[in-house]
């Protein structure tokens, strides 16, 4: 599109691995662009994550994390504050369950590239003596271990390298008026005017796009993470089952199918653990309303133990909590919003956001400074669904 008359080319809503990755790569190709995140950056799912990078098991979602394992690798290589292992660590999906990973096998036929591989108890102990011995496992080549707001915060630097303005403390709201995006309206009364308008706030992109609530394809899946001081973890990512059996669409509820006998004590969760940096992160809830993180980590641990006896030893460092934004088909709204002119949304990722966020942004980026050339498949595109009644100001 052409930039002309505004203060500022794309005004970004969300500081988030989306967000950021949006802003750099946008002052990259000589666009202004102001980002306002109303915490600080990576404050939501995007700094409190498990710490992985990992394969998504959607076909439609697997080239949107290539890329983003290829613009990693390359931030790595450019940036001495930013360590990406160019190899994946593997990941042992475990279960004390055999038959059931067995059958659960044959789900990776379509991707020869995973070399899905399935493990006895014995050849689990033997790759991972500190597992319990009891454990089948399918192993995986996937999974990336990164310090879990890494990321973010090496892309908002980027962004900022490349003279993007960063305001963080500053919630932003998209202005609208006779069917074009003005801008954005900051806490305080502040107004920056914009050619676009991107909305990428995860789990809180339906209430900037239609306060009345009328529009919710995304809704928030809470979970909860502990941090662990430990003198030694596995190697391999670690994960009770598939992450995708919890990325449930929102229309069909939260949860891995355990969560109607889910209780304050025992809340819906799988077990999964990642280290990176010399800490352990293990994890995590699939909640609908907000939980005390506080509260759940020990139970979370005990959980764990499980899988991991060791972890009755561990020293728990601290525990965070995030909505991920949940969609209602278990993929995220990329690219332009229907019926105005100027607005653009990326949200809706799920656990995939850290995994998939960086080429989401760059398809939407696309599409913000070449809508002719731009490409987003239909199974991805924000106009898949019906377009929210975003609030006008009046003239």
Request: overall charge negative.
């Amino acid at each position: 599109m052409a930039f002309h008359r505004a203060s500022t080319d794309v005004a970004i809503i969300g500081g988030g691995i989306v967000g950021t990755a949006a802003a750099a790569l946008l002052a990259e190709r000589g666009c202004r662009v102001t980002l306002v995140e109303r915490d600080f950056m990576g404050a939501g799912a995007s700094g409190r994550n498990l710490g992985v990078v990992q394969h998504p098991f959607d076909p439609v979602l697997e080239p949107l994390y290539h890329e983003t394992v290829a613009i990693y690798v390359e931030m790595s290589r450019t940036s001495g504050a930013f360590a990406f292992p160019p190899e994946p660590t593997g990941l042992l999906m475990v279960s004390p369950e055999g038959p059931a990973l067995a059958l659960a096998l044959a789900g990776f036929a379509d991707t020869p590239h995973l070399e899905a591989t399935l493990l006895e108890p014995d050849a689990v102990h033997a790759l991972e003596p500190m597992l319990a011995d009891d454990l089948w496992a399918i192993r995986l080549a996937t999974g990336h271990p990164i310090p879990p707001q890494a990321a973010t915060q090496a892309m908002a630097e980027r962004a900022a390298s490349a003279r993007a303005v960063l305001l963080t403390g500053r919630a932003g709201v998209p202005v609208v008026r006779a069917g074009r995006v003005e801008g954005i309206d900051l806490d305080g009364g502040e107004h920056i005017s914009a050619d676009a308008v991107l909305v990428a706030a995860g789990p809180w992109t339906p209430f900037l796009l239609d306060p009345a609530g009328r529009w919710q394809p995304i809704v928030a899946t809470w979970g909860v993470t502990a941090q662990l001081e430990m003198p030694q973890s596995p190697s391999h990512v670690v994960e009770e089952a598939r992450v995708d059996s919890v990325n449930r669409p929102a229309a069909a509820g939260n949860g891995d199918g355990r969560a109607a006998a889910a209780t304050k004590d025992s809340p819906a969760s799988l077990f999964s653990l990642a280290g990176a940096a010399g800490a352990a992160v293990i994890g995590s809830t699939f909640l609908a309303s907000e939980p005390d993180h506080r509260r759940l980590t020990p139970v979370l641990v005990k959980r764990g133990v499980r899988f991991l006896p060791s972890l009755a030893q561990a020293h728990v460092t601290g525990s965070r909590v995030c909505a991920r934004p949940q969609s209602i088909d278990g993929r995220p709204f990329l690219g332009p919003i229907a019926g105005i002119d100027g607005l653009f949304v990326a949200a809706g990722h799920g656990p995939w956001g850290i995994s998939t966020g960086p080429a989401s942004a760059r398809l939407v980026v696309d599409a913000i400074t070449d809508a002719a050339s731009a490409v987003i498949a239909a199974e991805l595109a924000a106009v898949r669904i019906p377009a929210p009644r975003v609030r006008e100001v009046r003239a």
